[in-house]
C-alpha cells in the first residue's frame, strides 16, 4: 500500500508529465523541441548552426568597419585574394584571436554567397540578419557591402553552377554475337554506341564511344527516364 504522501507526490507528478505548451502535450522530461527558422537568403532552410554561434563575433567590430571587412570578403568570393593585413588591421581593436577572426570571415561568406545564390531581396537579408541577433547597424553594413556587389556575386555564381557538355549528335549500331574467343557460344546482341559532345567555351568535337550488352543498355534507359523525371519535377516546382 503506497503511503497518501506517496500517493500525492505521484499524483503530482503526472500533472507535470501532462502539462501543456501551446497545443502539444509535453513532458517535463523530455527535451524541448527546437524551434525551426525559415530564411529567404538560405534558400528556405534554418541556417546551420555554426553560423548562429559564430555570428556574434560580429557584433564586436563597428559597423564602419564591417562594411570594409564585407568589402574584402565579396572581393575574395569574385576571386580576389583576401587581404590578410587589412582585415586583422580592421579587427586590431576587437582583441580577436586569428580564429575569431576565420570566423567572422566564413559567417560573412556564408552570407554574401547564399543570398547571391538564391537571389534574396535586399531589405529581406537586412530583417533576417537582425532576427539572428546581429544589431540595425550591422546589419545594414553587411547589406551595403551585398548590395553594392550583388550583380557581380550573381553572375559570379551563374557562372560556377552545374554545366554540362553539349551533345551534338549520338551514332548506334546493333551486332547479334554469336561467340568469342573466350566464350564459344554467345548468342545475345551487342549495342555499340557513340556519343560526340562539345566542350562549353569550344566547339572541338570529343567523341565517347563504348559497347554494352542488352541488359546494361536496358538499365541505362531506365536511369535516364528516372534522370529526366527529376528534372522535370524540378522545373515545376519553380
Not at 546581429?134 to 550583388?150: D, Q, T
Not at 568535337?205 to 531506365?222: C, D, I, R, S
Not at 523525371?229 to 516546382?237: T, V
Request: proline share 3%; glycine share 6%.
Amino acid at each position: 500500500h503506497k503511503s497518501p504522501a506517496l500517493k500525492n507526490c505521484l499524483a503530482g507528478r503526472g500533472r507535470l508529465a501532462d502539462r501543456k505548451t501551446g497545443t502539444r502535450t509535453q513532458s517535463v522530461f523530455e527535451e524541448p523541441a527546437r524551434l525551426v527558422m525559415r530564411f529567404r537568403f538560405c534558400g528556405g532552410l534554418d541556417v546551420p548552426d555554426w553560423v548562429l554561434k559564430e555570428i556574434t563575433l560580429l557584433t564586436k567590430i563597428s559597423s564602419i568597419r564591417m562594411k570594409i571587412m564585407g568589402v574584402e570578403v565579396v572581393r575574395e568570393i569574385l576571386g580576389a585574394e583576401l587581404n590578410y593585413a587589412k582585415v586583422l588591421k580592421l579587427t586590431e581593436a576587437s582583441n580577436m584571436d586569428i580564429s575569431d577572426l576565420k570566423a567572422c570571415i566564413a559567417v560573412l561568406n556564408f552570407v554574401f554567397s547564399n543570398a547571391a545564390k538564391y537571389d534574396a531581396e535586399v531589405s529581406v537579408i537586412g530583417d533576417e540578419l537582425q532576427q539572428l541577433g546581429l544589431p540595425k547597424e550591422h546589419a545594414s553594413a553587411i547589406v551595403g557591402s551585398y548590395s553594392a556587389n550583388r550583380g557581380d556575386l550573381r553572375a559570379a555564381f551563374l557562372a560556377r553552377r552545374l554545366q554540362l557538355p553539349k551533345l551534338k549528335k549520338i551514332d548506334w549500331r546493333v551486332d547479334y554475337v554469336l561467340g568469342s574467343s573466350t566464350l564459344k557460344e554467345v548468342n545475345e546482341p551487342s549495342v555499340q554506341l557513340r556519343i560526340d559532345c562539345t566542350a562549353l567555351d569550344s566547339d572541338v568535337v570529343t567523341p565517347h564511344a563504348f559497347e554494352m550488352t542488352y541488359g546494361k543498355l536496358g538499365v541505362l534507359l531506365q536511369e535516364l527516364k528516372t534522370a529526366r523525371g527529376l528534372m522535370d519535377a524540378l522545373r515545376l516546382e519553380e
